[in-house]
Structures are given as structure tokens and as C-alpha cells.
């Protein structure tokens, strides 16, 4: 069964930091790659960072950059997103993906794995 469950999310201040896990069944840490989205109030879902799995390039929203990282654990089979000096527009719910058919990191033609999703939120 294909299953992504993400922990981590909280309240914070401004200038705070967050560590997101997405912890992965087997065979959804098969995928290729795997990514952090988020869908603030009103807002569209946006890809926030990516890691492909074999090889750890990461990719990064240039709103995100240099704040937000993205890494992984193959013998724990989770990833992870640390955010730094989170602002209130990061506030979203933040969903993990994974997916065996990738452009640039992301997952492309419906093809992705998704959590359940887990709330941040930054208040100022």
C-alpha cells in the first residue's frame, strides 16, 4: 500500500524554525523523487522543494531559498524539510509527494503519492 505520512508542523513566530518529516512506505520510497508542496488560504498548491532520491539533487522554490532544506534518510525512509527564519506568508498546509515520473525534482502528469498534509503556520 502507498502511503506518505508527514509530521512536524506547528505554530511559530516569525524568524522561527520547523523541521517537516514525511515518512514513506517501501514502495513509495521507491519514487524517484519526492517533494514538499503547500496550499496557503487562498492560494494554489505550489512545489516548494524537491530531492530526487538516487542521486539528492534538490530543488528549491527561489522563495525558499537559502531558508528551506531538503534532505533524506534512505535507511529511515523519510524526508525531511527544515525551514529557517519562517515568515507569516509561509504559513500553509504542507503536503509530501512522491512520484516515479519527475521533471526538474517534481512529479509531472498526475503521477504523484501524496500525505495527508500537515499545518504550518507563521504569525508575525
Do not use: H
Not at 506518505?4 to 518529516?21: F, I
Not at 515518512?23 to 516548494?48: D, N
Amino acid at each position: 500500500q502507498v502511503q506518505l505520512v508527514e509530521s512536524g508542523g506547528g505554530s511559530v513566530q516569525a524568524g522561527g524554525s520547523l523541521r517537516l518529516s514525511c515518512s514513506a512506505s517501501p514502495s513509495t520510497y521507491r519514487s524517484v523523487c519526492m517533494s514538499w508542496f503547500r496550499q496557503g488560504p487562498g492560494k494554489e498548491r505550489e512545489g516548494v522543494a524537491a530531492i530526487y532520491t538516487v542521486s539528492g539533487r534538490t530543488y528549491y522554490a527561489d522563495s525558499v531559498k537559502g531558508r528551506f532544506t531538503i534532505s533524506q534518510d534512505n535507511a529511515k525512509k523519510t524526508v525531511y524539510l527544515q525551514m529557517n527564519s519562517l515568515k507569516p506568508e509561509d504559513t500553509a498546509m504542507y503536503y509530501c509527494a512522491g512520484s516515479t515520473y519527475c521533471s526538474g525534482g517534481y512529479p509531472v502528469g498526475g503521477s504523484a503519492y501524496w500525505g495527508q498534509g500537515t499545518q504550518v503556520t507563521v504569525s508575525s
